[in-house]
């Protein structure tokens, strides 16, 4: 036994020697300003058009730009240009709007160029980024948005179809509604008005302008080569570990928002107004799949900003919601706000059980605890979903929670299980329930779920997949109940009632494959609206209309608390906002000395 | 020392079967082991009847709640309990039904492909068995893990010939498909050197048919080769689950060893070690017991068979 | 000779083809169409169409000139695996897994080697006595623990709580500080099995008749074990190591998932979770060809010394 310890301990011994010296990577020049931020998946790709999720969103959007941005500092929302010289002229019906760009932007230096320098960004690079968005062969994901919009854009599509491969695409093809008159000016004409035009078309980074030089010259490689206006262009690129933007020399330099809302300024958000972003000299997003890791490195300060991981909430928060004095010591910073989000249980509505059986929908509905729900996976901090529409959005119904729909009350769930059985004729078959994911936390939310149910006397059976799969069932309209959810992108409820229009039906947004003729008819009515109180009303009544044909049992909205550490200034909660790196500043003074408060605040 | 005890015996004809087994039972360590495999191996028929009959006995019910959300162990729960308010406990038993069927059914599965295979093959040599030494060793030069994940994925959720491949399932079948190679060479060289024995030549003669003679004669005197690398693979089959439920190719809706110990992954950060722990002793236990029967199991019928 | 090494050369052929139609049952015939999985989300009925036609999933399985069999092997053969479902190119992801891989996997494999037979030729000399029964049991104890409990007790007590390591890889650490854990883990671990390993084929030398007339000889027990044991357990130890190498390229699957490490290993449980066939198809198919080759060499390696040895 001893031999053994001996020799364990010699093998421990040139590990510990190993562990002492320091890298060479981390011995950088300490004026530098680096940012170090995490994501708890990878990036996917850097293309735009093929992007699906918000991780790589974000990233592409500290190298592309887009027409329009959201204000950083100022809530509401409000939209201000970035590409753009000034706000989009619309015509007096709607139908066609005139954006000018400004002049003089240059693409990042990229080999793909002429000599390698950048060229001047164009209205054509904006008019290729939407084309491709639309062409069949380059596989968006994304073209369901501005599907039935833009005048010959659809016809276009067509055409695409007809190529026999991506090389044979003319991308010089007109298209009615879209069109470039001169290098700074681009018009676009509407099938019928779009309210979100600006929002979906000219602010999400999906549709960004490219230089079709990059795509020639890279072909497929182009997801790792983005070649954009950004404030930042891509270093390194290590798929499963990290990526390191740096500040792109051609960038031509952006002021910070010299205007906020109150409290902004006393919050110090407004002491660099009108400096010239970016700020940062470098971006690093370490990827970091588990949370205890990234957690770790939060805490010992190589990272800047972290939400609190779900296991760890009693080391950051006491019972009241409030900092732990540790870190109210360490001058960390908490950031609760509320996200666009909403999760449920989702029912399809072609199920031959569950679509006839509206009772049996509602006693799933009412069988779930909520409140507990909530305790025991989000640390009782997320809010409780009534309906459809969440609470940060404008058009949010603060009388929606009296109504009722999402009440814990296992009677009125037998009692209606007793209709169901009648409308079945017989007892209700054993439920499916799909979850997305293989995990701990799936399998304890679809445990609970199951358990839930069974206390009224509902057999379930929960289906435990990968997300492909999960979403190829979806796709084929397979699932029978499914636990699913999503976040809004543009500050507008439509986005969120899109997922019940049955022209949406999967593999469309609408995953219920719910179809109410009312709803449809207010759905399309609202549109075309302008944001007014009429269109609120109306999408206050079409979101009454689902809860009461209860497509699925809704559960909760998402509200995040992120740790900031003090030294990471300039940090405001944006929701819809992405590529926010180029506000902020990193007070390298402080951030050098936490190693020192760590240790001191330890004893 | 065992032919001393022999010489001292009066001259009796012992079988080849009484000889090992009497061997195997003059060490203590053993039969010991064999009580704790057997424990094992009751607790999961027990469960499989108590679910049957709808018995409202611990393992049976572990879904219910004994108590709040991540108790320590204490009195009321021995061994603490789980997100919901489980018994840590009646999940640890729970997961010796998950582990013993999947590794049962897995060592069954390989014991039907390698054991016939192995034996048409060293039996009518020729293209039979060129072929089936082809199969084994396409199989053997991929890496073991690669071989029982690949089927593992593939397997997974896959509906083939209208039964769905759900859960445990998939996982056995993955283990089983990929694991009979090693049977199958030993039981092919057994055969080999068997069928040049005066007894089978005997039996030729005779006029026995080839299946006679497979199934009567030979089978019977190679079958400890099955026995004992049942007994050794069973181990490495226990834990083959775990990695599976790990990666999330294994059973979720009922409480298994694996899950235990991937659930343990995230909460030991709230300081929930008990059950990582309980999920590790039960593991620990069988595949203690099992490794060491196997050994002496193999020493007392067949010392010079090498098993990696 | 030469004409054993190109017997032996033949005889790879029909392993190489075997593999092929392994990988071509389970990831074409049985996996599928994995279109799907290719297009992610909302996917529309024309793209799934469009990349149905891209990759090949229309055409026939087997008989026809453009099967799906025949662009399988031919990808195959030529080592073009084709993009990933994130539309990389499988292979470049393979080469940069590589280097983690085995900045882990070689100080691992050759701690155990070293530790393990040291240990074992120590058991070997006090053969019978208490201290080697204890070892025995040691081991077996050690091989009884499940890996996942290894891996988590050690992250957990080794770095969270006592802080003796980095948790997980970071891109600012060096190899040596982020590969020093795992390889503690990993050799900790594979030492039950392996000292046991190496004690059966120490015992078997001890056997031996020429041990029998080196001890006759008047030979002290030191000298024995170094430099006749030793020398000839090398034979067998060699093998085994030789034939571990292509194993060293696949990384460790746990270990790399749990410590972050951009390996090999990791790559193929992000390919499981993603469905990626693609990458586990190549893993599959590279991996065999690996052994394969390793096997070769060590037959012919075998054949130069020992002129007694012949393609059975």
């Not at chain 2, 299946?211 to 089959?237: A, C, D, G, M, Y």
Request: glycine share 6%; with cysteine; proline share 5%.
């Amino acid at each position: 036994m001893r031999k053994r310890c001996v020799i364990l301990f010699m093998t421990i011994l040139p590990v510990f020697v190993f562990a002492g010296c320091k890298g060479k990577s981390s011995a950088h020049d300490s004026n530098e300003m680096v940012l170090h931020q995490m994501l708890n998946s990878k990036i996917k790709c850097l293309d735009p058009v093929l992007i699906q999720d918000e991780y790589s969103m974000n990233v592409c959007n500290h190298m592309f730009e887009t027409l329009y941005q959201y204000h950083y500092l100022k809530r509401p929302y409000q939209l201000v240009p970035l590409l753009a010289d000034g706000m989009p002229e619309f015509s007096g019906d709607g139908l066609t709007c005139t954006v000018r760009i400004k002049k003089g932007i240059r693409f990042q230096d990229d080999k793909c160029f002429p000599n390698g320098k950048g060229r001047e960004f164009k209205s054509s690079d904006f008019a290729y980024g939407v084309r491709r968005t639309a062409d069949v062969k380059s596989l968006s994901p994304n073209w369901a948005v501005i599907e039935n919009k833009i005048a010959g854009l659809d016809e276009f599509r067509e055409y695409t179809k007809t190529c026999k491969t991506a090389a044979d695409v003319n991308y010089s093809r007109s298209i009615e509604g879209l069109l470039t008159p001169d290098d700074y000016t681009i018009i676009i004409k509407l099938k019928r008005p779009w309210p979100q035009l600006v929002d979906n078309l000219m602010v999400d980074v999906r549709n960004a302008p490219m230089a079709k030089e990059a795509v020639d010259y890279y072909g497929k490689d182009i997801i790792a080569h983005p070649v954009g206006t950004g404030p930042f262009i891509l270093k390194n690129w290590e798929r499963a570990s990290y990526i390191e933007l740096v500040r792109n020399p051609n960038f031509r330099g952006e002021p910070y928002p010299t205007e906020g809302d109150p409290g902004d300024k006393e919050a110090g958000l407004l002491d660099d107004a009108g400096k010239t972003m970016p700020f940062a000299d470098k971006v690093v997003w370490t990827i970091i799949e588990e949370d205890q890791p990234s957690w770790l490195l939060f805490m010992q300060g190589k990272i800047d900003a972290r939400a609190i991981p779900k296991d760890s909430w009693n080391e950051a928060m006491t019972a009241t919601n409030d900092l732990t004095p540790k870190m109210k010591q360490l001058e960390i910073r908490l950031y609760a706000f509320k996200d666009p989000s909403t999760f449920y249980l989702g029912f399809n509505m072609l199920d031959p059980v569950l679509s006839k059986n509206k009772p049996l929908r509602q006693a799933i509905n009412h069988a779930i605890d909520r409140e507990t729900f909530i305790k025991l996976f989000f640390n009782n901090t997320y809010d409780i979903a009534y309906g459809v529409i969440p609470p940060v959005l404008a058009s949010y119904n603060p009388d929606i929670k009296n109504r009722g729909y999402s009440d814990y009350d296992p009677n009125k769930s037998k009692e209606l299980l007793v209709e169901a059985e009648k409308i079945q004729g017989g007892k209700i078959p054993p439920l499916k329930i799909a979850m997305q994911g293989t995990d701990t936390f799936y399998r304890q939310y679809g445990s609970f779920v199951q358990r839930q149910l069974e206390v009224i006397g509902l057999n379930v059976e929960v289906e435990y997949m990968d997300w492909p799969t999960f979403q190829e069932k979806e796709n084929k309209r397979q699932h029978q109940i499914f636990a699913g959810g999503g976040g809004a992108g543009i500050p507008d409820a439509q986005d969120s009632l899109s997922e019940y229009y049955s022209k949406y039906w999967s593999p469309g947004v609408n995953h219920f494959n719910y179809k109410n003729p009312e709803f449809d008819r207010l759905y399309e009515q609202t549109e075309v609206m302008m944001d007014s109180p009429e269109r609120t009303k109306l999408y206050q009544k079409m979101e009454l209309i689902v809860l009461e044909d209860c497509p699925a049992a809704f559960l909760d909205h998402r509200v995040r608390y992120v740790l900031v550490h003090d030294w990471n200034k300039n940090y405001k909660p944006d929701i819809f906002g992405y590529g926010l790196s180029k506000y902020y500043k990193v007070d390298l003074k402080k951030r050098a000395e936490y190693p020192e408060l760590l240790n001191k605040v330890k004893d | 020392m065992t032919e001393n005890t022999r010489e001292l015996k009066p001259p009796k004809g012992v079988s080849f079967w009484q000889d090992g087994l009497h061997r195997l039972f003059r060490r203590p360590i053993a039969i010991v082991c064999l009580i704790v495999i057997l424990l094992y191996f009751f607790l999961a028929a027990f469960i499989y009847l108590a679910e049957f009959f709808h018995w409202q006995i611990g393992p049976a019910i572990w879904s219910q709640a004994t108590g709040p959300s991540y108790q320590q162990p204490c009195m009321q729960n021995i061994l603490g309990t789980d997100i919901f308010g489980q018994s840590v406990l009646r999940k640890m038993l729970y997961g010796a039904k998950i582990s013993i069927t999947v590794a049962f059914s897995a060592s069954l599965i390989s014991i039907a492909i390698g054991l016939p295979l192995g034996a048409v093959a060293g039996y009518f040599r020729g293209i039979v068995d060129e072929i089936v030494v082809w199969i084994y060793s396409t199989l053997s030069s991929v890496p073991y893990i690669l071989l029982i994940l690949a089927f593992a994925v593939v397997l997974h959720d896959k509906t083939i010939a209208g039964i769905k491949l759900a859960g445990i399932t998939s996982v056995y079948l993955a283990i089983g498909l990929t694991s009979w190679v090693d049977l199958c060479r030993l039981i092919r060289g057994e055969v080999i050197k068997h069928k040049e024995r005066e007894y089978i030549i005997a039996a030729k003669s005779y006029g026995c048919s080839n299946s006679r003679i497979i199934f009567k004669h030979l089978l019977p005197n190679v079958f400890h080769i099955v026995i004992i690398i049942f007994s050794l693979q069973f181990v490495s089959f226990i834990h083959a689950e775990i990695i599976l439920s790990f990666l999330g190719l294994g059973e979720a809706n009922r409480p298994s060893w694996g899950a235990m110990i991937n659930d343990a992954r995230i909460e030991l950060a709230r300081g929930v070690w008990w059950q990582m722990v309980a999920a590790t002793v039960a593991v620990f236990f069988i595949s203690l017991a099992l490794n060491i029967f196997g050994d002496a199991l193999r020493d007392s019928l067949d010392p010079k068979l090498r098993v990696q | 000779m030469g004409a054993y090494i190109i017997r032996r050369l033949l005889y790879t052929i029909p392993i190489v083809f075997g593999v092929l139609l392994l990988t071509f049952i389970l990831f074409t015939v049985v996996g599928g169409d994995i279109s799907f999985e290719i297009a992610g989300k909302n996917a529309s009925p024309e793209t799934i169409k469009e990349i149905r036609e891209e990759y090949g999933f229309n055409k026939p399985l087997f008989l026809a000139w453009d099967s799906q069999l025949v662009r399988h092997f031919k990808d195959a053969l030529t080592f073009d695996f084709g993009r990933a479902l994130d539309r990389e190119p499988v292979i470049d992801k393979i080469k940069r897994g590589v280097g983690p891989s085995l900045s882990l996997t070689i100080p691992i494999f050759f701690g155990e080697v070293i530790i393990s037979v040291s240990i074992a030729l120590v058991i070997a000399f006090l053969r019978g006595r208490i201290w080697d029964i204890l070892a025995v049991i040691l081991c077996i104890a050690g091989m009884s623990i499940p890996y996942l409990s290894f891996i988590l007790f050690g992250q957990y007590f080794l770095a969270y709580k006592l802080r003796l390591f980095p948790v997980f890889f970071s891109p600012d650490l060096s190899v040596p500080q982020y590969v020093a854990l795992p390889v503690l883990i990993g050799i900790v671990t594979g030492l039950g099995g392996s000292v046991r390993f190496y004690r059966t084929v120490m015992l078997d030398e001890m056997r031996a008749d020429y041990v029998r007339t080196a001890f006759a000889k008047g030979l002290d027990v030191k000298s024995v074990l170094f430099k006749h044991v030793l020398k000839n357990a090398m034979i067998p130890i060699l093998t085994q190591v030789v034939l571990a190498i292509p194993f060293l390229f696949l990384g460790s699957l746990l270990l790399e998932r749990f410590f972050g490490i951009p390996g090999v290993g990791y790559l193929m449980v992000e390919a499981i979770g993603s469905r990626d066939y693609f990458v586990i198809n190549a893993m599959t198919y590279i991996s065999a060809i690996l052994f394969v080759i390793f096997n070769l060499i060590t037959d012919v390696c075998y054949a130069l010394v020992d002129p007694r040895i012949t393609l059975d």
